[in-house]
């Protein structure tokens, strides 16, 4: 397979080590290119790789014939994403881009009718929390009927300290600027925390009742723009595809100055169940009635995760483009996912309720 990467910054090269990972696991004969405009970035990454071809001109690196099973991985900031995975699909190629898909639910819709139009997939690496060991555990309670009718979800992260741009990559001070960023945490986090619960629950329509999104001050703020949010929270109405609809009290944070939480909860009638969908989560508790009083059960998840977080996002979306059976989120899903985390900001800025469904998606 061919690979082709748009960008050349730090996530970059963790996709060259995914590409070389499932290369080696799969048995599959793989060649990588990289193009970007930055010169400096560009000549630092093939001191790192030199076996990638460097471009610095993306339209000249996919000006080769395009063949079935290319893949583009689009890993610029936000504003630039929406004209790069269209000049990659244009192209006749499959494009994978970094999260989040777009800057606003237009753009990504165009993505997709484009991709549509073409034959190819077009995916979001907001998948990298998929298919994990411990939301299976999770969902094989669900389904034996652990928890009863679900009734009500909690997703809570809250750090205190941990904004892109400041506490985490410094150089990279577009991440707090929303004309660059399309936003903050929200869009920094979010789509991995949605895809997850997506994923697990099975959505069928959100409507957003109600949101809000701050930016707490710090002493550390720089006096360069920073427009964007560190902490948001929502309340959402959810209809799943089988089920009742359930409610989802949604909030992250990468600054706060309230205490640290980590929380993820779901009640149903008959128990509920909790636990750490991230990195070092290994436990999942379930909760139940037992002659009138709550008694937990604690289930330790053995399975190891069996690919780096990191890498999931190539590997699934190779996997899908392959045609074999894959958690990759592509197409109306992609959309969807990223619909309703413009449904938050929209319903935070407007005040009122936003209903985002999976059949309103309407890729033609």
Known sequence: MRFYIIGAGAIARTHVQAIQHWSVNNNVDSSIKV????????DSFVVGFPDVEAYSDPGAMLAEPAQPEDIVIVATPPFTHKGLALQAIAAGRNVLCEKPLAMNRTEALEMAEAAEKAGVLLGCCSMRFLGSPITKKVSELMHAGCIGDLYQVTFVQKTRRG???????????WFLDRSKAGGGTLFDWGPYDLALLY??????????KGAWCVSPQTEADPVTVMDVEFHVGAQLSVKARAGNPFWVQYERSS????KEMQLVQLEGKKGAVTFSPYWGGNEVHLTVDVNGQPETTVYTVEEQEPNDPMHKPVIFFADAVRGQNSPALVQSEAVFVFNVLAGIYESAQSGTAVEITRSGVDIA
């Open 163 to 173: 904004r892109s741009g400041i506490e985490y990559q410094p150089q990279s001070r």
């Open 35 to 42: 193009a970007d405009v930055n010169l400096a970035v560009l």
């Open 255 to 258: 600054c706060t100055h309230g």
């Open 199 to 208: 994923e697990l629950l099975d959505w069928d329509a959100v409507e957003v």
